[in-house]
């Protein structure tokens, strides 16, 4: 068991773990294999993908266009601040290689659902390194920030909303994140994530249901230690 | 059917904590460096130095729902302002409109808009594609540009950006092998047993090159270091402030193993 390996999982995931599967894009690829997927390779080690002329451009476009909701999108679903940009870069690592099998038009449904998988990929390892990482370490990486935009966004709120995100169950999370933060419609998600409208709406009924409760409960207990002698 | 009113919006019913949870969301922005890095693995560059032109990207973007301008809506248009992206799109038939920006910290030493894309080349994680010439990645600009976008970007360009970036390479590429030099003589200190002896090294190295392009390298050693100086607190501090300020590096990795391969905790790699 590759141990010595977990800690550097946040910037590349080679995840040990047999019989995991990671779903990503339009295909199911067990998880040690993936585990040697050049998505998941260290960032040098990564090769270039070679597209021609016209995939080039069109990923180009893909980029510009998905690349910030894609990014915050991975957020979103819970994937620390210190992994994301591996994250989204092995989101679209992977578009590049399927670029050809993405329909025009579908670009955004086929990101967003590798998205889904990367990210879950990403905060399996994440909950591996809080199991035996060095505490110091994810304590400054979680408490400083490189750039201001990231110090703000390392508020008590920020955090606090991570926290309550984090008690949705995925697919919830998914279109709240989508509605309630990214501002999409429920056609645009429906679309997105390829499901039926009604069920974008149950769902995404379920992830404030949830978020409501959270915070309720949050706000009660600090009224309670407030209260308390 | 309609949508629902989202919670953040004026009746959507959400308490004042809960509104200022969800506004805090509006910091999440990705750094310019991350989407150079994505673009990056397609070979391409980032064309930070120049604005170009994307056809009814933005326009497009709207129609199909995108998270940009619902967003300005539900939160109000300062959250568009406050962030943008530069980007160029090489438009094959599609024809040119803006799709531009600046990044929020324009000051922050993370590449900016131009200015140091070329310097930090060689150190950037864009090492299994060098950048093009600047200028091979500049469209011509025809559309008329925002006078809100170009001051803060044209600011960052100074000289021509071919022009800069050659001469950069020049001074860079001694400096270059100066860096390396400093790394090899810290390393070898290292091999033979002398961790204070890189240790010093890696002092003279941090004080002759402050910006250098192997400063992550440099950072890197010095954990090594540390360690064989069995000065584990120090070496998590260096880890701690480099993975704050190069989260995503390729030397993370190492350096995260690095911390774990020492780590105690009763537990055998």
């Known amino acids: 068991m590759m141990r010595t390996e977990d800690t550097s999982i946040l910037a590349s995931p080679r995840t040990p773990g047999a019989g995991a599967w990671l779903t990503y894009g339009y295909g199911v690829v067990p998880m040690m294999e993936s585990s040697r997927h050049p998505a998941f390779a260290p960032t040098t080690d ?3 993908a070679v597209l021609s002329g016209e995939a080039s451009a069109r990923f180009r476009r893909l980029v510009d266009s998905e690349f910030a909701l894609v990014w915050r999108f991975l957020r979103g679903l819970g994937v620390a601040a210190s992994g994301v940009d591996d994250a989204a870069q092995q989101v679209f690592w992977i578009a590049a290689q399927r670029l050809n099998d993405i329909v025009l038009g579908s670009e955004r449904s086929f990101l967003l659902s590798t998205a889904r998988g990367v990210a879950s990929n990403a905060r399996r ?5 809080r199991e035996i990482g060095d505490d110091d370490v994810l304590a400054e990486q979680r408490d400083e920030r490189a750039n201001p935009e990231q110090a703000a966004a390392a508020t008590q709120a920020r ?10 169950p995925e697919d919830a999370r998914t279109v709240f994140v989508l509605f309630e933060l990214e501002g999409m419609t429920m056609a645009a998600i429906a679309e997105a994530l390829d499901l039926a409208p009604g069920t974008v709406a149950s ?26 002698p | 059917m309609s949508d629902p009113v989202r919670l953040l919006s004026r009746d959507g019913g959400a308490t004042d904590f809960e509104r200022e949870l969800l506004g805090s969301w509006e910091g999440e922005q990705p750094t310019d460096e991350a989407r150079t890095k994505v673009l990056a693995i397609a070979g391409l560059a980032a064309g930070a130095a120049g604005l170009s032109a994307a056809t009814g990207a ?14 300005a809506l539900a939160v109000g248009t300062a959250s568009l302002a406050k962030w943008i992206v530069v980007g160029t799109v090489a438009a094959a038939a599609a024809g040119v409109t803006i799709y531009y920006g600046v990044a929020r910290n324009a000051p922050s030493p993370v590449a900016t808009a131009g200015g140091s894309a070329p310097q930090r080349s060689t150190s950037e994680s864009i090492e299994s594609a060098p950048l093009p010439p600047v200028s091979a990645a500049l469209p011509a600009l025809s559309a008329p ?9 044209s600011s960052a360009r100074g000289a021509s950006p071919s022009r800069r970036a050659l001469s950069e390479k020049a001074t860079s590429d001694d400096a270059l092998g100066e ?20 240790l010093r090294q890696l002092d003279a190295f941090d004080a002759r090159f402050p910006r250098g392009s192997l400063v992550e390298e440099a950072e890197v050693v010095r954990v090594e270091a540390l360690l064989a100086e069995d000065d584990r607190a120090s070496a998590a501090k260096v ?3 480099f993975l704050a300020a190069h989260p995503t590096s390729p030397h993370a990795a190492r350096i995260r193993a690095l911390l774990a391969q020492r780590a105690p905790r009763g537990q055998a790699p």
Not at chain 1, 207 to 226: L, V, W
Not at chain 2, 58 to 71: E, L, M, T
């Open chain 1, 46 to 48: 990564r090769p270039t």
């Open chain 1, 125 to 129: 390892a994440q909950a591996r390194t």
């Open chain 1, 159 to 168: 955090r606090l909303l991570e926290g309550f995100l984090e008690e949705l």
């Open chain 1, 203 to 228: 769902r995404l009924r379920r992830g404030r249901e949830a978020f409501q409760a959270a915070t309720k409960r949050f706000q009660a207990q600090a009224q309670a230690t407030r209260r308390r």
């Open chain 2, 58 to 71: 933005v326009g497009k973007a709207s129609a199909a729902g995108s998270s940009i301008a619902p967003k």
């Open chain 2, 145 to 153: 540009l925002s006078t809100k976008a170009v001051p803060e970007v």
């Open chain 2, 179 to 198: 860096e390396v030099s400093f790394l090899d003589h810290a390393r070898r200190a290292l091999a033979g047993g002398d961790p204070a002896g890189a």
């Open chain 2, 239 to 241: 880890a701690a402030r």
